[in-house]
């Protein structure tokens, strides 16, 4: 079956520390990739994503992902958190020519000031 | 450029009621569009999805009902609500198969209390 793995249910970082949000998947063929964030009573943000191209992707808000295609790792990054980094996020895969994502099941961050 | 609404906002409603609940996407033609349902802020449920006016997938049994009487509108319905019908409900629009966006844009979101 195919799924998408979030192994980390909250990631605790101090304001100015690098951040990673860890997303593994199990998907066969070369999906697509991305992560979405979400702040509280709101719809999903999307943040950035992989098609083909480059490994290493940079999206909205300083964030970056870094696609591992031997690790099947598609893993968040920010060189330095803001306490307004502190949301939901999520990982989520599209493979290939098909009309539906799956998603992860979320990993909240908290930045501490 | 692409804007998707949803209505209502938020929503209390007793058990047994009827629900409707509206999603319109402006901006862009042919879209797939999305219901997701989320409970307790955390992990999010496809419910339906349509490729196209009158074309809908159902991805879980329940007690809930989708249709696109238009290109870019989707309303999701239920004729009896329940207690488990509680939640946040997310539409999205994407590309088609294999077409951009490959990825999804999601609505405001609406919050689905049931009393």
């Known amino acids: 079956a195919q799924s998408v793995a979030q192994p980390e249910d909250q990631v605790n970082v101090a304001e100015g520390n690098p951040l990673t949000v860890k997303c593994t998947y199990s998907v066969s063929g070369n999906p697509y990739l991305f992560w979405y964030v979400q702040y509280p009573n709101r719809g999903l943000q999307f943040l950035l994503k992989?098609?083909?191209?480059?490994?290493l992707v940079k999206g909205s808000y300083g964030f970056e992902a870094e696609f591992n295609k031997s690790q099947t790792s598609f893993h968040l990054k920010k060189p330095s958190a803001l306490v307004s980094d502190s949301a939901l996020y999520f990982c989520a895969v599209r493979p290939y020519n098909t009309d539906k994502l799956i998603f992860g099941t979320g990993t909240r961050l908290q930045v501490f000031p | 450029s692409q804007t998707i609404h949803q209505w209502p906002a938020t929503l209390v409603q007793p058990v047994g009621s009827p629900l409707s609940l509206e999603c319109t996407v402006e901006?862009?033609?042919?879209?797939?569009l999305y219901w997701y349902r989320q409970a307790a802020g955390r992990g999010l449920q496809l419910l339906f999805y349509s490729v196209g006016i009158g074309q809908i997938s159902s991805e879980v049994p329940q007690n809930l009902s989708a249709s696109r009487p238009q290109d870019r509108q989707f309303i999701l319905s239920s004729k009896k609500l329940l207690l488990s019908d509680s939640g946040f409900y997310l539409c999205?629009?994407?590309?088609?198969?294999?077409?951009?966006?490959?990825?999804?844009?999601f609505g405001p979101g609406t919050r689905l209390t049931v009393t």
């Open positions: 992989y098609i083909t191209g480059d490994n």
């Open positions: 901006g862009t033609s042919n879209p797939n």
């Open positions: 999205a629009w994407g590309g088609l198969a294999g077409l951009p966006p490959y990825e999804q844009y």
